[in-house]
């Protein structure tokens, strides 16, 4: 609904397959084959000062970046880019090939030569089990997921033969490893012919299809064919590189910092959002949602009235969906009080708080 025009994709639901249970496994599998690859690349950052390591989950690490430059002030350029064919171009024969070589990689100098599965998590392990899972066991998982993405549309039954399907659930963490092989590879081959600009590289970050990348100086736009293979198209998107959005984060470089408030695209449209207390829910938990709005905001904004605005805004949200004033005060209140890093960030007294709500 954010694009302009509109535009549609299409998600498969996969709850009753009968792939769904390797799907499962292959999930847990591959969250425990990227934190090892994460491992070992802060290792490699650690001796050489290079970062070949660029997913992210969350906006910690981009805002950690920030406040890094920040402590210099020597922010210079801020460049957003986004996948546009991201699942639906990869090759599937590619797409094997390549996470077979990462799952490789993270098998590679360990003691442990099997991974269990448990509903939880997945960890190495020294035998083989009925739970366990050798690394020739997961090559034959991918190729069962990647090779059997049947799907039925109305009254047709259609076979996946190009692109990762969206919707089954090992989807993302496959797109994940996918780009960071080519990521890395780029890395380990740029440290070796150019060690300078490999590192105006370390700040850059993916989380999925959203690529930032921080006082990059344009190197990143100039290399992209030499990054990704020519399937994954990369568009730009801010045109000034002085200001943009990635994730909740909107950025802006003044006198060689960084800026930042918190930004939602959804806010462009109406959406239905955060409990209704007229539900079955129980009403103190929900109260716990406008505590975590507050740290979040408190975290990403760099400037105390961006901060004082949004807490204005949202309990206005909430008080139609059955929040009290009075309650929504105290959740405010309480919630200065135990974390204090917010009113030491921005400078603020909590006895204050009581004037930020509903404009009073």
Known sequence: ??????????????????????????????????????????????????????????????????????????????????????????????????????????????????IRVTKEDARWHHCKRDDTFSKEDIFKMID????????????????????????????????????????????????????????????????????????NDGHLQANVRRIYPEELKLNKENENNKVATFLDIEASIQDGRFHTKTYDKREAFEIVNYPDLSGNIPAQPAYGVYTSQIIRYAKICSHTEDLVNRIMQLPKKLVGK??????????????LKKHRWIASKHQIDHRLSDGWLFGQ
């Open 1 to 114: 609904m954010h694009k302009n025009p509109v535009k549609f994709r299409f998600i498969i639901g996969s709850r009753t397959c009968a792939t769904k249970q390797i799907a499962k496994k292959l999930v847990q599998i591959l969250k425990l084959i990227s934190r090892i690859l994460k491992r070992y690349c802060n290792k490699v950052r650690f001796y050489t000062g290079i970062e070949r390591y660029w997913i992210v989950d969350n906006n910690e690490v981009v805002l950690d970046s920030m406040e890094s430059i920040n402590k210099k002030a020597s922010a210079r350029n801020i460049e957003t880019y986004d996948f546009s064919t991201l699942y639906t171009k990869i090759p599937l024969q590619d797409l094997k090939d390549k996470l077979k070589r990462t799952v490789e990689k993270a098998f590679k100098g360990g003691n442990n030569q099997y």
């Open 144 to 215: 069962i997921i990647v090779d059997n993405s049947f799907f039925r549309f109305g009254n047709r039954v259609f076979r996946q033969s190009i692109g990762i399907p969206m919707g089954i659930d090992p989807a993302p963490q496959m797109a994940n490893l996918y780009h960071h092989y080519y990521e890395s590879t780029f890395m380990v081959t740029l440290t070796k012919e150019n060690f300078g600009m490999a590192k105006k590289f370390n700040n850059t970050r993916r989380y999925i299809d959203d690529l930032v990348t921080l006082n």
């Open 322 to 335: 059955g929040f009290t004033r009075e309650k929504l005060k105290i959740t405010l209140r309480n919630c």
